[in-house]
């Protein structure tokens, strides 16, 4: 139970993936990784992306983990996700990502607080997350505003899919100043009931996002976002070993600085690193390191 809890939350707090809010069949290098964007491309182009994510789970509800546990612990999770991005129109874009995730969760962890509270978390896993289809229409082009409709299908793979279907959707806004362009979106998560357990694994989510992009030269530009996520209260009825309660309101606050390389006038490749200035989730992170290729189809 303890792996399906670190996979699947830090699963959610993933948000857009990359590439599927990424090119969407442009033939330039200017565009966030996580923001939704209301820009949209030429039709009838096809963007292929494969992205790699790493994270190691550090933190246990805004606390340090290895200040609430103690042991030689390692808590990785490597996610491989292929996205596939095709303008309808040149103005609706359907998209869909498919992540699987290798979840590496170390070793026997003792509660520092009690020395009793052991959590055996010795286990590993490995397959198909919930797959995500995505459909944007920018419904006015200036000022360029977009809603996004997103379908994340349910696996039932146990640690790193959930069994419930959830819905999102997105409002995303852009606009260019010069050479600099900014994309903010914001949105809701509605987390889906699992039909095993009659529950849902995690409250629904709001999300936040805002990003500026600046080319440099006609092959290489850099981003800088800022995404923010909620996902409402959680308690551990016995924190750590230590028979009380502790309670906290699950907000994340991700900075995130990039590079995007235009390798040929069809591939791309793009580098960015996470990092989680505030993250009260249950099981956090302090950083996911991406990178990815995306290949366009002209």
Same mark, same amino acid.
């Given at each position: 139970?303890?792996? +399906? ?6 699963? =959610? ?7 599927? =809010?990424? !090119? ?20 009838? !182009? ?10 190691? *789970? ?5 606390? /340090?983990?290895?200040? *609430? ?8 999770? +490597? ?14 874009? +359907?998209?869909?990502? !498919?992540?699987?995730?290798?979840? /590496? @969760?170390?070793? +026997? ?37 977009? *809603? ?79 995404? =923010? ?23 994340? @606050? ?22 989680? =200035? ?15 290729? /995306?290949?366009? *189809?002209?």
């Amino acid at each position: 139970m303890i792996l +399906l809890l670190v996979a699947v939350n830090a699963h =959610a707090q993933l948000g857009a993936i990359g590439g599927i =809010a990424s !090119i969407q069949g442009q033939k330039q290098t200017t565009f966030p990784l996580f923001t939704l964007t209301a820009k949209t491309g030429q039709p009838d !182009i096809l963007d292929m992306g494969f992205y790699v994510y790493y994270a190691q *789970v550090d933190r246990y509800m805004g606390k /340090d983990f290895y200040s *609430v546990f103690s042991g030689n612990t390692t808590e990785r999770l +490597l996610y491989k996700i292929l996205n596939v991005s095709y303008n309808l129109t040149s103005t609706m874009n +359907l998209s869909a990502s !498919i992540p699987y995730v290798n979840a /590496d @969760v170390g070793q +026997l962890v003792t509660s520092t607080a009690n020395p009793g509270g052991t959590y055996n978390i010795t286990r590993s896993s490995s397959g198909l997350s919930n797959p995500a289809v995505r459909f944007m229409y920018q419904f006015l082009s200036s000022p360029m505003l977009a *809603v996004y409709g997103t379908i994340y299908l349910p696996t039932g793979f146990i640690g790193v899919g959930s069994g419930g279907t959830d819905l999102e959707v997105d409002l995303a806004y852009t606009r260019n100043f010069s050479i600099v362009q900014w994309d903010s979106n914001i949105g809701y998560r509605l987390i889906g009931v699992d039909p095993v357990t009659h529950r849902k694994p995690n409250n629904d989510i709001q999300v936040a996002n805002t990003a500026f992009s600046i080319p440099f030269g006609m092959s290489l530009s850099g981003f800088f976002e800022i995404n =923010a996520m909620y996902e409402g209260q959680v308690t551990d009825i016995n924190f750590a070993g230590t028979g009380k309660p502790y309670t906290v309101q699950q907000l994340l @606050v991700n900075l995130v600085p990039g590079i995007r390389l235009s390798i040929t006038p069809n591939l791309f490749l793009t580098s960015a690193l996470r990092y989680s =200035a505030y993250n009260t989730f249950l099981f956090g992170y302090h950083y996911i390191y991406t990178i990815g290729l /995306d290949y366009l *189809v002209l």
